[in-house]
């Protein structure tokens, strides 16, 4: 730049400090980058576990305040359950591939592109008397009753569900039943479903999710109310013209429950890395903790279910029992009958020949990032009404129903032609 200017002499200065802030930045990365990698690192719980098998240097791309740069770190996948991990990720804080300095920085900027464009400045305490005002009205907009809009035929149709608890006041627990010591509860249950579609396979024969097709319902409803709620939802989804629904849970009976009353039709399984847990758990009570016995009966058990012959587990799981006599926990037999009630569910080996999904992963999800991600942050206490004006403006959002819901709200299409006509 120095001989570009002693040949032509000094000029806007934007070009250079650009430049100069690009090579900067892009600097900055490589050492990141080259930090991250660091095979020295100790990153916590960086082994694999129980069953994992370990894929070396996988690669994933991300994003730091910084720009663009990639990560070669170990990849943990388990194939009984079907779940994947990678340790440096957590470490690091990652959100779908973001620092967590570049989410903050996008929260700030949007607050700060607000102030500079609408002039509007907005505290803490006037976002939540907005959310307050709005969040009843969307509500009602997302648990209205459905029918089934016309369209072509949907090959496969899925329903999930699960639970989560959220910190509440004192005053909205008193009287419930909890997980304390003392038998009190911190938290009540925030129910949580997912509904999809798929119309493919990939070309190795696995199910792939439909783009963009996964809408949401969350609440603090009861079970029923909830049921109603979510069946609503895939009745706004298409149901009526589903081929196969598939209906995917944990295991907790307000779950199957809700099954049967609302899609009495669908095809029940039971998610499988469920399943593994309770299964890891009974091979060690079985066993014995650390006994090499414990990972080979999971294995060789986990194979019955892709033979579709879980009754073939259980009957092994119940002679062992019975040889262990009087030294053998209550609790195992409760394990046992926990896949006695399920067996049915856990088809896997005909799951797989269909080409289903037999994981609950969306939901799941659903309950980490979606209702965790915002009403579990370190120090929160929610109030019933409060929690519920968030969970309606999160599955808004999440279930791209936001302009929908405005529209309504204000009718801010009233210019719009048609709505006239």
């Known amino acids: 730049m120095r001989q570009r200017w002693t040949e032509l002499g000094v000029q806007h200065t934007a070009v250079v400090e650009a430049g100069l802030r690009q090579a900067l930045f892009q600097d900055a990365a490589h050492l990141l980058a080259q930090l991250y990698n660091d095979p020295a690192l100790p990153i916590p719980d960086d082994a694999p576990r129980p069953g994992e098998k370990c894929h070396a240097g996988r690669t994933k791309e991300i994003l730091t305040l910084f720009g663009w740069g990639k990560l070669h770190r170990n990849y943990y996948y388990h194939p009984l359950t079907d779940q994947g991990r990678a340790p440096l990720d957590q470490a690091l804080g990652l959100v779908d591939g973001y620092s967590p300095a570049v989410v903050r920085l996008g929260y700030e900027a949007a607050q700060a592109d607000l102030k500079e464009m609408a002039g509007l400045a907005l505290e803490g305490r006037q976002i939540q008397r907005l959310v307050g005002a709005s969040g009843p009205a969307i509500t009602q907009i997302l648990a209205r009753p459905a029918t089934t809009p016309a369209g072509p035929p949907i090959p496969v149709f899925y329903v999930e569900a ?60 009861s079970a029923v109310e909830f049921g109603w709620r979510l069946r609503q939802e895939a009745l706004r989804r298409g149901l009526g013209r589903a081929q196969t629904v598939v209906f995917l849970g944990d295991g907790a009976a307000w779950v199957w429950e809700g099954q049967r009353v609302n899609f009495p039709g669908a095809v029940p399984i039971l998610d499988r890395y469920h399943g593994w847990e309770h299964l890891h758990d009974l091979c060690v ?97 929610w109030g019933q009404p409060g929690a519920e004006n968030v969970l309606a403006l999160r599955c808004a959002l999440r279930s791209h129903r936001w302009e929908e819901c405005w529209t309504e709200i204000h009718g801010t299409n009233y210019l719009d032609g048609t709505a006239a006509a």
């Open 162 to 221: 699960d639970a989560t608890g959220v910190p509440m006041r004192p005053e909205e627990l008193a009287g419930r039943k909890g997980k304390q010591p003392d038998g009190s509860a911190k938290t009540r249950e925030v129910k949580v479903g997912g509904v999809f579609t798929q119309t493919r396979l990939d070309p190795e024969g696995r199910p792939v999710r439909d783009y963009q097709s996964t809408t949401y319902v969350a609440s603090l409803a």
């Open 285 to 381: 009570g079985l066993y014995g903790e650390g006994s090499v016995w414990v990972p080979r009966m999971e294995e060789r058990w986990v194979a019955l279910w892709d033979e579709d012959d879980v009754e073939a587990m259980i009957a092994a799981a119940g002679a062992r029992l019975e040889s262990l006599g009087t030294q053998a926990a209550d609790t195992l037999a409760g394990q046992i009958d926990y896949f006695q009630n399920n067996q049915e569910r856990m088809r896997y080996g005909t799951y797989r020949k269909l080409g289903y999904f037999y994981g609950s992963g969306v939901v799941e999800a659903a309950c980490k990032t979606g209702v965790g991600g915002r009403l579990k942050q370190s120090g929160m206490l």
